[in-house]
DNA sequence: TATGAATGAGGCTTCATTCAT
DNA sequence: TATGAATGAAGCCTCATTCAT
């Protein structure tokens, strides 16, 4: 129950600091949005820092695992790209905290999150080696072309990270998961032979 | 001359808040920087907020004319993708702050930049028109699909934005620059007819 | 039993205070120390501050009674503060928290100490009558020298801690235990007649 | 005159650490009684800490200065023990807080003091030599006994300190100075030949 | 215009103490 | 008795902004 609790914080922590931002969410935000003491938070996490920090890991925890999933499964290169594009718009629609928070928190205070334990971006090494994992298949399996890994990173999460952006900006007209087709299609013509 | 201060100021803080973010870049910092006093600088700015708006207009002013410069030449719309990637990743190179900014400072501070005058993103509407000129552009000469734009805008600036991230995470080999062709070429597969 | 752990609580307390000042020093502190919950230990002690100032009574008791015993031997005043000097810096030696109390916690928090049941001061008061013991025994007897209360205990007292101080500067090259002959010399000197 | 404001604020400081402990003054308590605000401590002094720091540098500079003074006066070591004995007590009548700061924070917040640049103790180095050059000089000239120096400054500065402990226990009849006379020829006895 | 000392609200964090179990 | 999660007041420190010079 201890570890229900530190889990609800940090959900909550994820949401505030998705919606507001890093600075912007004090402890006192998140305490008031729990009705739990100021104090009592730091019975679970030691400081804010290692709040975000934590929230970091989380949420591309859910990103590494869905992935995962999608690439145990027997399928063309060109469907898990479309079905990852699918998960990834609808985590946005379910829990957008999950994905806004690396535009919100993560892209910005990055040398926040670098200490002598995280390298910062190792922090979502196992979401980065899913994405490597369904690209070196696809390249094996003669789907994909065989490219510079960081340009078809790029590519991939970039594509699905743009439509984020303007989704947060309320500039679309739909939500996201409507262009998740039509958007997969154009990463996966990015990426085949 | 007032100008002219003005925008080194402003060239002072873009520099700032995109190597540090914007909440830990303060006044003294900048006005240190600049060997200038505290209050002097709220002779030329308003206040902090103003003056990473303003950061906002310029950077992606920056932007908008070097892509409106590539728009103009006679260009099939491969090799203006694959221009504007370059010139892109030149700008990294010369001043990342111009494109570091969005990702530190705009990404996480969106709610900032919203008020009466300013509606956030229209900061940055002339350069997303103008790459919304060359897609139709691309469209038009039945070198681009005719998709909806949000999708090719996502693709386009989402990857090259991509790589840029990886840069700042110390991930990549190379130059961002050196990944230019790779990059484009992607860019141009998935958006290609 | 009760009164057994409430000795140990003392003791533990006694210990954390001296070494780390009663500021630096918090209830969970010694509630871990000594394996026990932190609500439990205000089963025995209703504040903080009692604990602290049982700690002093505790302390000077020990004092007192050291002194007493030497006092109730039948010595010269001479051998009676060479004696007291040795325990004292025996006690040093073995518990020095005994003594490190008054230096790291008294001195420096008097007024906490105060209230209407107890006068500070008063709190060592069994200590202080045995040094007027001690002395005025010495006058009695002619041994040593009729002179102000307080001028004495100063001399002597002041020249114990002043040595406790330096030992805890890590100053002193050898234990202070070994300086005791010569100090208590010297001490004797000031008040022989 | 930023030095001399500077200076204000340690003077403050100084009075309410020594009337009050260092933990319970705080930077408010130091602002309002300069009527000053909170902020504009810290651009004068880092830390609450630090101002400690200084003003422990501060106190024993001075005491320094007035023992060197009379070291530099061609006197007997007995003169000399009671020049600055009368010395001592005449600071505790105009300015307590100089000696009372020892009691009431250096004593108890040793290991606060310490870090990579001071070593604590040395903080009162100046003094602690000049204390060196009146025995050894008291020695030379056959004045005083040949003996260890931790041993005969326990009884200088111990028998000093001692009393000025009584005074601040509201334990003395008379006011320090009246005793230094006594005092002093004690402290001379105990160190002479 | 330029300076930089001054202000004070507000954020993070700590910890004595309580209380439900 | 014993536990330890919960409370919330209070302290240190920062920094955007102002203003007298």
Redesign the pocket.
């Known amino acids: 129950m201890?570890e229900r609790?530190k889990e609800t914080i940090l959900m909550t922590s994820l949401k505030l600091f998705s919606k507001n931002g890093f600075h912007a969410?004090?402890?006192?935000n998140i305490a008031k949005e729990m009705k739990?003491?100021?104090?009592?938070i730091?019975?679970y996490f030691?400081?804010?820092?290692n709040l975000a920090k934590c929230a970091i890991k989380f949420s591309s925890s859910i990103l590494a695992s869905t992935l995962r999933k999608i690439n145990n499964k027997n399928l063309t290169s060109k469907e898990k790209i479309y079905e990852f594009t699918k998960s990834y718009y609808e985590i946005i629609e379910i829990s957008p905290e999950i994905i806004e928070y690396f535009l919100r928190v993560y892209l910005s205070n990055r040398s926040m999150f670098d200490d002598e334990n995280d390298k910062g971006f190792d922090l979502a090494k196992d979401f980065v080696d899913e994405v490597e994992r369904l690209l070196s298949d696809g390249i094996n399996k003669q789907e994909l072309k065989k490219q510079n890994f960081y340009v078809s990173f790029s590519i991939f999460i970039g594509a699905l990270g743009g439509l984020t952006f303007l989704n947060g900006e309320k500039a679309l007209e739909e939500k996201p998961i409507q262009y998740a087709k039509e958007i997969s299609e154009s990463i996966y013509n990015a990426l085949k032979i």
Not at 25 to 28: A, G, K
Not at 36 to 40: A, D, H, L, P, R
Not at 46 to 49: A, E, I, L
């Open positions: 201890k609790k969410t004090t402890i006192p739990m003491s100021v104090g009592n730091y019975n030691p400081s804010k820092n």
